[in-house]
């Protein structure tokens, strides 16, 4: 299938692979958040566009994702961060040890469409490891799926520790393990995948995760996410992806929201994990945040509202917000955005958001705008 008739297939909802893969779904759901003005801008309510949002037919009618039998909630694993099990070597050395389980596993990603997932420790994208620059890392990885897999690190290391096919442990079959070990170098936020063939299928099926490197001195205090941006090819035709999210779940934030606090800092992991498309892009509204490409400088190279970042680029984003309100943040390629790759950031609390905010972002004590 050439690229324009899966844009058709997705477009027009003709007969087919794509078109039998939404067909799961029911049109006219969706979180009552996207539901204004600015979602339906977006979403292009439908009408014969891509997906049509949170409005359109990837979405069934006060339908959600049963997080309890995925085994992860994204609102959880939006601020989580494995920083493993450490102790100090003889040497004065933090020794910094996971261990990852590779395991097949059916997980919704959007509601009612389930997808054959491949997974590290059994969620989507895999647990985001954090250590400190100049840390000996160890990676004790177990492979419990009925494939062969490996974990492949961006990072400096020695070619036998590179998770490749053929060199070092290479391929780990079913029921095998090894161990990874390597220095944490150099600092900035990169990720692991599994680098056996076909690649794009063993990554698209969900084997990767961010990798978070801190500086020795680490960095300023600020509210801290990770947001893995990645899609589903739920019709296994390897032309683009039907399901696309952050964090996996479609439309997930625009249902609840990330909460964040008004005039503090934010800073945002962002990894774009995405197969079968070349180009992701995260844009934030009523806002601009400074650009640190894969967070290997202190320097920001911009200050914007959009980045583009192909297959496997990542970033940092560093911002705060100085209003009360609802922020959409979405891919700026809009058929990404309609198809689930879009959510909200919450600022504030309740009482200044007036009516109808949702009342599980418990913030706290927040003064009131203008006070
Ligand atoms: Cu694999």
């Not at 039998?69 to 020794?95: C, I, K, Q």
Request: proline share 6%; glycine share 12%.
């Amino acid at each position: 299938m050439d690229k324009l008739s899966r844009r058709k297939l997705l477009a027009g909802g003709t007969a087919g692979a794509a078109a039998a893969g939404l067909s799961q779904l029911v049109p006219g759901a969706g979180p009552a958040l996207a539901r204004g003005a600015d979602a339906h801008e977006h979403a292009g309510a439908g009408e014969g566009s891509h997906g049509g949002g949170a409005e359109g037919p990837t979405f069934r009618k006060g339908a959600a994702v049963d997080h309890g039998a995925n085994g992860f909630d994204p609102s959880e694993l939006v601020r989580h961060f494995d920083w493993g099990r450490t102790r100090r070597l003889a040497s004065g050395r933090v020794l910094r040890e996971w261990t990852l389980v590779a395991e097949d596993k059916e997980i919704e990603v959007a509601p009612g469409v389930h997808y054959p997932a491949w997974t590290y420790n059994g969620r989507v994208p895999g647990p985001t490891l954090r250590c400190r620059e100049g840390e000996l890392l160890r990676v004790h990885f177990v492979n419990s799926s009925d494939h062969p897999h490996t974990m492949h690190f961006h990072g400096l290391h020695p070619a036998q520790m590179d998770g490749v096919p053929g060199i070092g442990a290479g391929l780990v079959p079913t029921g095998g393990s090894t161990v990874y070990e390597f220095d944490a170098r150099p600092f900035g936020v990169h990720l692991y995948h599994c680098h056996a063939a076909p690649l794009a299928e063993h990554i698209a099926r969900g084997l990767y995760g961010a990798f978070i490197i801190d500086p020795k001195d680490g960095r300023p205090d600020a509210d801290e996410l990770v947001m893995v941006m990645n899609g589903f090819n739920t019709n296994f035709d390897a032309q683009g992806n039907q399901v696309y999210a952050v964090n996996t779940v479609a439309f997930h934030y625009v249902d609840q929201p990330v909460c964040v606090s008004r005039d503090s800092p934010v800073r945002l992991y962002v990894v774009n994990a995405l197969e079968y498309d070349p180009i992701n892009s995260f844009h934030i509204h009523g806002n601009f945040f400074n650009h640190f490409p894969t967070g290997t400088s202190l320097t920001p190279i911009e200050y914007t509202d959009t980045i583009l970042q192909g297959q496997a680029q990542r970033a940092i984003l560093e911002l705060e917000f100085p209003y009360d309100g609802d922020y959409m943040f979405h891919a700026h390629k809009t058929e990404f955005a309609e198809l689930g790759w879009m959510g909200f950031f919450r600022v504030g609390n309740g009482a200044t958001r007036g009516a109808g905010a949702a009342d599980y972002c418990d913030l706290g004590e927040l003064e009131t705008p203008g006070a």
